[in-house]
């Protein structure tokens, strides 16, 4: 049984990713095909369009643009973070029926499904007929049910060869090199430095990810340890570390994240005290509750200060690799480009053809003979939003380090191929 006849509307949401557009285009194309959709309408910057009745007509584009659209990275429908509230989504139905919208497809990553969720409640509630799939994104790859998110591998590859090419820098000009990696709750993009590691005494050599207990003063030694042994040190760093880790969180408890603490005081006093706790210091926070992270390169010049003036070592240098993880056009892996459109396209088929009222498109691996081969199903929306997924525990050797064995057989093919640094041959010389 096919779904009712009507308009839809498509937004995006979160942060955006190199490929979330394709998932979009994917929508738009199969949108197209299906008789029940009589317009499909973007809402510009997401919620925010809804509630300001900004949309763009769809079917009409050219399918040049949309080509163009579907290999350019970031939200070309403008993004939002945004949770609404039960009188805004009040507003957006009046908009919803009065456009006769009976499809919403949102793209976006847990708080996405969040909010597709209490817009779906609300249909519920209002007993309007509206069929309302959320299309998965996250670089941070934290979504729960779905093997792995769109955007995640593109984001890996960015980050993996980053590291390839500073590995090399900190080899020609050896000392300690600092890189902050984004990832809010899960480790999942901080890993992805480990696909760097072609030789041996490659780094990363060091990896610190949100899920483990961040220790400043094992951090001093892990440095001097790595720095004595190799003459250098390449470090990974999760923008979300914090001091208990996300494993040892009880319920309810929220992490206390070493940027807070690291941001929070000016004049730093070495060695006595590393780090004084502005426990009044305002956090900033989105309206879904999430901290703010990604806006500052203080955690990892803090960082490097303190290395540099504790251990005496004259080479440390710091850096946030930041936004470009997201949206960097040259490191889209064509696996996650591939599955993003898919994504996109399997979303309105099960809106439309399957008549699937709510929930979100997951997907599950199922490799056969050592092949990588996936296949994507609906879960409930509520089975998604809000909470997230971490870096699997089995994967984290009793030393705290990745098993890299585990971690390259889910990673690998996500990436996709990487540069090879080269290396002369000793024995000739």
Same mark, same amino acid.
């Given at each position: 049984?096919?779904?009712?006849?009507?308009?839809?509307?498509?937004?995006?949401?979160?942060?955006?990713?190199?490929?979330?557009?394709?998932?979009?285009?994917?929508?738009?194309?199969?949108?197209?095909?299906?008789?029940?959709?009589?317009?499909?309408?973007?809402?510009? #910057?997401?919620?925010?369009?809804?509630?300001?009745?900004?949309?763009?007509?769809?079917?009409?584009?050219?399918?040049?643009?949309?080509?163009?659209?579907?290999t350019t990275p970031a939200a070309a429908l403008g993004s939002v973070r945004h949770k609404p509230a039960k009188e805004e989504?009040?507003?957006?139905?009046?908009?919803?029926?009065?456009?006769?919208?009976?499809?919403?497809?949102?793209?976006?990553?847990?708080?996405?499904?969040?909010?597709?969720?209490?817009?779906?409640?609300?249909?519920?509630?209002?007993?309007?007929?509206?069929?309302?799939?959320?299309?998965?994104?996250?670089?941070?790859?934290?979504?729960?049910?779905?093997?792995?998110?769109?955007?995640?591998?593109?984001?890996?590859?960015?980050?993996?060869?980053?590291?390839?090419?500073?590995?090399?820098?900190?080899?020609?000009?050896?000392?300690?090199?600092?890189?902050?990696?984004?990832?809010?709750?899960?480790?999942?993009?901080?890993?992805?430095?480990?696909?760097?590691?072609?030789?041996?005494?490659?780094?990363?050599?060091?990896?610190?990810?949100?899920?483990?207990?961040?220790?400043?003063?094992?951090?001093?030694?892990?440095?001097?340890?790595?720095?004595?042994?190799?003459?250098?040190?390449?470090?990974?760093?999760?923008?979300?570390?914090?001091?208990?880790?996300?494993?040892?969180?009880?319920?309810?408890?929220?992490?206390?994240?070493?940027?807070?603490?690291?941001?929070?005081?000016?004049?730093?006093?070495?060695?006595?005290?590393?780090?004084?706790?502005?426990?009044?210091?305002?956090?900033?926070?989105?309206?879904?509750?999430?901290?703010?992270? *990604?806006? *500052?390169?203080?955690?990892?010049?803090?960082?490097?200060?303190?290395?540099?003036?504790?251990?005496?070592?004259?080479?440390?240098?710091?850096?946030?690799?930041?936004?470009?993880?997201?949206?960097?056009?040259?490191?889209?892996?064509?696996?996650?480009? *591939?599955?993003?459109?898919?994504?996109?396209?399997?979303?309105?088929?099960?809106?439309?053809?399957?008549?699937?009222?709510?929930?979100?498109?997951?997907?599950?691996?199922?490799?056969?003979?050592?092949?990588?081969?996936? #296949?994507?199903?609906?879960?409930?929306?509520? *089975?998604?939003?809000?909470?997230?997924?971490?870096?699997p525990e089995d994967w984290i050797v009793e030393d705290g380090t990745i098993d890299e064995r585990k971690f390259r057989e889910?990673?690998?093919?996500?990436?996709?191929?990487l540069p090879m640094a080269g290396r002369f041959i000793k024995a000739i010389f």
């Amino acid at each position: 049984m096919a779904g009712p006849k009507g308009n839809a509307v498509i937004g995006q949401s979160g942060g955006p990713t190199a490929v979330i557009n394709r998932s979009f285009i994917g929508a738009i194309i199969e949108a197209r095909k299906h008789e029940e959709i009589l317009e499909l309408y973007g809402a510009r #910057h997401g919620i925010q369009g809804m509630l300001n009745d900004e949309y763009v007509p769809l079917f009409a584009q050219p399918n040049f643009v949309l080509q163009q659209i579907s290999t350019t990275p970031a939200a070309a429908l403008g993004s939002v973070r945004h949770k609404p509230a039960k009188e805004e989504c009040s507003k957006i139905f009046k908009n919803f029926k009065k456009m006769n919208v009976r499809y919403f497809f949102y793209i976006g990553g847990n708080d996405s499904a969040e909010t597709a969720y209490i817009i779906n409640s609300f249909a519920a509630d209002e007993g309007y007929d509206l069929r309302v799939v959320h299309i998965p994104k996250t670089i941070d790859n934290d979504l729960l049910v779905t093997d792995h998110c769109p955007g995640y591998g593109s984001a890996a590859k960015y980050v993996a060869s980053a590291f390839i090419g500073d590995n090399e820098d900190n080899r020609a000009l050896k000392g300690v090199k600092i890189n902050i990696v984004m990832g809010r709750n899960a480790g999942f993009l901080t890993a992805a430095s480990t696909l760097a590691r072609q030789y041996p005494k490659d780094g990363p050599h060091l990896v610190y990810m949100p899920e483990m207990a961040f220790d400043i003063d094992r951090f001093l030694k892990d440095i001097e340890k790595t720095f004595n042994e190799h003459g250098r040190a390449l470090i990974a760093i999760s923008e979300g570390i914090s001091r208990q880790g996300i494993y040892k969180l009880k319920a309810g408890e929220k992490p206390d994240y070493i940027s807070k603490w690291l941001d929070s005081f000016v004049n730093i006093n070495l060695p006595k005290k590393y780090m004084p706790v502005d426990e009044n210091k305002a956090v900033e926070v989105d309206s879904h509750g999430n901290v703010n992270l *990604s806006g *500052s390169s203080m955690m990892g010049e803090i960082l490097a200060f303190i290395v540099k003036n504790t251990l005496n070592i004259k080479r440390v240098r710091a850096d946030t690799l930041g936004y470009p993880q997201r949206s960097f056009p040259l490191a889209i892996s064509e696996i996650d480009a *591939s599955e993003a459109y898919k994504v996109g396209v399997d979303a309105v088929i099960a809106a439309v053809q399957k008549n699937f009222d709510e929930g979100s498109v997951a997907i599950k691996r199922t490799d056969e003979d050592g092949i990588y081969k996936i #296949h994507t199903l609906i879960t409930p929306l509520q *089975s998604v939003q809000r909470r997230t997924k971490t870096f699997p525990e089995d994967w984290i050797v009793e030393d705290g380090t990745i098993d890299e064995r585990k971690f390259r057989e889910y990673a690998v093919p996500l990436v996709g191929e990487l540069p090879m640094a080269g290396r002369f041959i000793k024995a000739i010389f």
